[in-house]
């Protein structure tokens, strides 16, 4: 099986920084592109940004300029540097990973448990 686990949400002030980790373990042969994605009350799952093994990236519009994502390929890790935080980033923040597994090769998506980023104004 295998566990993605995030960190790093909370609370903070318009203008302010946060920063999410997201760390993958169990039977994994490789991960492709890992992602964070976001859910805020009453919309659809979102892409913020993600990232392949080779280190290219993909933003959403709207974080552009502002949101900094990396990933670490021998320890499974991606973090998502989040600055100049607006209301409207308010939401759910998961974690994505396309992977292949083990023993089966199998390739699929698995997701983090999910963690909450408020942002005030």
């Known amino acids: 099986q295998v566990q993605l686990v995030e960190s790093g949400g909370g609370l903070v002030q318009a203008g302010g920084s946060l920063r999410l980790s997201c760390a993958a373990s169990g039977s994994i042969v490789r991960i492709n592109v890992m992602g964070w994605y976001r859910q805020a009350p009453g919309k659809v799952r979102e892409l913020v940004a993600a990232?392949?093994?080779?280190?290219?990236?993909n933003y959403a519009d709207s974080v552009k300029g502002r949101f900094t994502i990396s990933r670490d390929n021998a320890k499974n890790t991606v973090n998502l540097q989040m600055n100049s935080l607006k209301p409207e980033d308010t939401a759910v923040y998961y974690c994505?990973?396309?992977?292949?597994?083990?023993?089966?090769?199998?390739?699929?998506?698995?997701w983090g448990q999910g963690t909450q980023v408020t942002v005030s104004s």
């Open positions: 990232i392949t093994s080779g280190g290219n990236t």
């Open positions: 994505n990973a396309n992977l292949y597994q083990t023993p089966t090769m199998t390739r699929r998506d698995y």
